[in-house]
């Protein structure tokens, strides 16, 4: 009636609609997606944002980021901690925070930061050895595996890489973190990389044994699914843009406190 034409015919298996229910249609759907994008946005608003994480990447470098996001962007966030890209694809979070070598696959990918290491142990372990023939290679990403060289010998040096860590006296951590708490104990030496080193190296738990770096072809991403990106409200732009900034000017901060080492 409101059309003045008849639009669908009811059927015993549901509903077919005729030549002039299709061309209405046709004229309405790019509407209804408008609708559609319309209520998702308004929804999304009011709505808490999620952020995924590894346990180092969130303890060392976003939860001491929170009130400043919040004061400054007025957007509250919650912090999904535990294997990001599971949390991020079943729908629990928004925007996933990870790393390793290769980007992850299915997903909008942004770089976040691209990982140059060096080698770092406590102060007093740093300064009392010469770290002289050290050669840096490809290591274990922190995040998958995270290597502390427990028994370094540095005046014949050795190769952090994927095939001497089998013969290089090792402890494996669970996390990056744990390894960067070994290594300020003085029990060994581990690789800093940026965004999850930039607390212990700020505070001087840890320091840098030897001015060389690596770059280890790894990077920290920041993802999201690829089916909510045209749904995408302004709220999880500027999230984005605010990590991307931080994730930048944690770059600098890094190569500025392993020079100062």
Do not use: M, W
């Given at each position: 009636n409101f059309v003045g034409a008849t639009l669908?015919?009811?059927?015993?298996?549901?509903?077919?609609?005729?030549p002039?229910?299709?061309?209405?249609?046709?004229?309405?759907e790019n509407a209804m997606d408008a609708l559609a994008e319309a209520a998702f946005a308004i929804k999304a608003d009011g709505e808490?944002?999620?952020i995924a994480a590894s346990h180092t990447l969130t303890s060392e470098w976003l939860l001491p980021r929170l009130p400043r996001l919040l004061s400054e962007l007025g957007i509250p966030v919650e912090i999904v901690v535990g294997d990001p890209l599971p949390a991020l694809r079943e729908g629990h979070a928004d925007i996933a925070l990870c790393g390793g070598f290769i980007p992850p696959g299915g997903f909008d990918?942004?770089?976040?930061?691209?990982?140059?290491?060096?080698?770092?142990?406590?102060?007093?372990?740093?300064?009392?050895r010469k770290w002289t023939g050290l050669k840096l290679a490809r290591p274990h990403f922190p995040e998958m595996q995270a290597p502390l060289i427990a028994d370094a010998s540095p005046e014949t040096g050795?190769?952090?890489?994927?095939?001497?860590?089998?013969?290089?006296?090792?402890?494996?951590f669970a996390t990056l973190q744990m390894a960067y708490e070994a290594a300020a104990s003085g029990i060994g030496v581990a690789l800093a990389v940026p965004l999850s080193s930039e607390r212990f190296l700020a505070h001087d738990r840890v320091r840098v044994c030897t001015g060389t770096k690596c770059d280890i072809d790894a990077s920290y991403w920041m993802v999201t699914r690829q089916d909510t990106v045209s749904r995408m409200n302004g709220r999880r732009k500027s999230v984005q843009a605010w990590l991307a900034q931080e994730a930048s000017q944690s770059l600098t901060r890094h190569i500025e406190?392993?020079?100062a080492n």
């Open positions: 669908f015919i009811r059927r015993h298996r549901g509903l077919t609609l005729t002039e229910g299709k061309t209405y249609l046709a004229k309405i808490i944002l999620k990918v942004r770089t976040l930061a691209s990982c140059k290491a060096a080698l770092v142990a406590a102060p007093d372990f740093s300064q009392d050795f190769d952090i890489n994927l095939a001497s860590l089998a013969r290089t006296p090792t402890i494996l406190l392993t020079l």
